[in-house]
């Protein structure tokens, strides 16, 4: 190991991630990312917590979501852009960082896109584990894009969701979960509308991409019992649920200040009351409060997750042997001294003058200073 | 070249920066630098701009600065640590990204560090060209840290500084500064106290570390005409200036808002009139008023520098042919086929499930799954 002095940066490609979760399996690294959550959630008031900073632009929102402990500090960077799949690009594409809060140092930088996916559905699981009724075995899946899957498993091992019901507005999104779901122990049935999904539904999970006011659930639509887990909605004019679906539901969120900005509950006034999760998970403030209410978690994604997802992907990766190391920061032999950084060449033969990439630039004559 | 539309993101590592700014030659790179800050800060209002998240620890802060045109996104990770040094490491270290507002696929991922220290100095320099008495030719340099050198050229090639001051609390700063310099076309003097290095200087430069209100500088040593370029206080509970030197200056921020919380003027009451640079640099606003005003650059770093920064060391490094690629976010044939990425490995041999790293935590029986 290096000493803990040293700025390398270990760094976790999305083929180390890949590898990592292979090698792991979905279902392990799901299950211990949501007990890493429930670990740092009940952890809450140690934690220097923000809502996240966004930029939005006429076609989407670019977040930078940081947090920190006495320990580390973390950031998701993390773009929303429901377009992009028209361009073969991703809807969501992020990736993070852990740093020492002691030194400022970086020391891992890791794809976050499909450890997003992970944290997401685990979290959801994690909340609807404490709020969905006990015994809920049928989930209504709508929105069938790339966050669907890691949410049907989720549901499967930590909650004991055995049945699906799926709608999306792209039928050959629905194909697709269909498929990549075979073999995965869920009855799985295709649905022609949310309504008809949503029919005797123990839980609902909304994952839609839309960037708008959508109505995705109404008030016809819901039954007694139901638990809502509204994933979408996660950005100024960005939501899921019909305002009425809120008004006579228990909502639960991830941390107040963002999801008055961000979740379903935009929609409602600033005093509309709310319960922040980390209080039903350490106790200190009940669930639901009885088999017929409907509960919601209006999650919009909080970087405490990240933070968490983080830390389980550093230990795994370095159980596994798994990631580079990159120098994202420069070791000076006198910190005082960057300038010398610039000087003479390291005799290392890494960075000589002339090394082999620059030389057709050279020999072109641009830009060269002897 | 890749499609715009693939999301492989160029990565700019510290070697890569430094073999950069070998070929370019450093006061070409500040040169540059300054040129685009210029441009940049003349397009003042396409940005979108905020105060950067600062998360602070008793030793230091770790900050994010994020900025956006319509094009791009950047954004800085920058901490600020004074005690680093004594552990070996930067005081200062900093990475920084580039994205595509249209679709959020990070485009550049670059060290900022060295770039840090360029860029900064280049934005004393553009701001002491707007602001210093012309003729300026000696400058005290009070802190003779790890940025002093970059201070030195940048204000010796965009200003027509000839004659350098340096004070250090640090002697051993200033050896160093005054060793580096050698050869460099400045005539240096290192002197036995800040009041000495001050004495007759036409600009004074401060960039020292302390985590602390410091008054470095106090009314008595400031001379009429004076341009005082402070630059080491940029964070709350982190000056320089005794408040007496700003209440009889003309004092010029950055982004007024930032500059409130962390600039020198955090220490004046909230109607201290300032005037932003950019008003200055656009001929909306005038600069000095006279020859015996004593000018202020009450410098902080916005993020809109590291912006034009990322912009020139991208522009540099295509140029040379600097630069790898590194896979940050995932490359899905089908963008709603996260899940579809985990399955089975791509014939391309990179990722097989058991790569020669794996093998022997897979011996070892540890977490392995078939």
Tied chains: 1, 2.
């Excluded at 973390?74 to 991703?90: D, E, S, W």
């Excluded at 499909?114 to 929105?143: D, F, H, K």
């Excluded at 190391?325 to 060449?345: M, N, R």
Aim: glycine letters at 8%; a negative charge; one cysteine or more.
């Amino acid at each position: 190991m290096l000493p803990s002095h040293t700025p390398h940066t270990v760094y976790l490609s999305v083929q180390d991630i890949i590898r990592l979760v292979r090698h792991k399996g979905l279902p392990a690294c799901i299950a211990g990312v949501a007990a890493r959550i429930e670990r740092d959630f009940l952890r809450w008031n140690e934690f220097d917590k923000s809502a996240r900073v966004a930029s939005h632009s006429p076609h989407g929102v670019i977040e930078l979501m940081p947090i920190a402990d006495a320990e580390h500090f973390a950031f998701k960077y993390v773009n929303g852009h429901p377009l992009n799949t028209r361009c073969g690009l991703p809807t969501v594409m992020a990736f993070g960082v852990l740093a020492d809060v002691a030194t400022g140092a970086p020391r891992l930088l890791s794809e976050l896109t499909l450890t997003t996916a992970i944290r997401t559905a685990a979290m959801s699981a994690v909340a609807a584990r404490a709020l969905a009724r006990p015994g809920s075995r049928v989930m209504a899946l709508i929105g069938n894009g790339a966050q669907s899957e890691f949410q049907a498993l989720a549901f499967r091992d930590l909650v004991g969701v055995r049945e699906l019901r799926l709608f999306d507005t792209d039928p050959a999104a629905s194909a697709k979960l269909v498929a990549n779901l075979r073999g995965q122990g869920l009855v799985v049935h295709t649905c022609r509308s949310t309504a008809e999904a949503v029919r005797g539904a123990d839980i609902v999970t909304t994952v839609t991409a839309d960037k708008r006011n959508a109505t995705i659930l109404t008030p016809d639509m819901i039954e007694p019992g139901m638990h809502l887990n509204a994933v979408g909605g996660d950005c100024p004019g960005k939501t899921e649920l019909h305002r009425g679906v809120l008004a006579t539901a228990a909502v639960f969120v991830e941390f107040e200040p963002q999801s008055r900005i961000e979740g379903e509950i935009q929609q409602m006034p600033a005093d509309f009351a709310v319960t922040e999760l980390w209080q039903v998970l350490a106790g200190h403030r009940p669930g639901r409060s009885g088999a017929a209410q409907v509960t919601v978690f209006d999650s919009v994604g909080f970087a405490l997750e990240d933070y968490s997802a983080l830390c389980f992907m550093r230990d795994a990766a370095a159980e596994l042997g798994i990631g580079d190391s990159i120098e994202l920061v420069p070791q000076a032999a006198d910190p005082k001294d960057l300038f010398g950084l610039l000087g003479e060449p390291r005799g290392d033969g890494k960075d000589g003058p002339l090394a082999a990439d620059l030389r057709p630039a050279l020999m072109a004559g641009e830009n060269a200073r002897a």
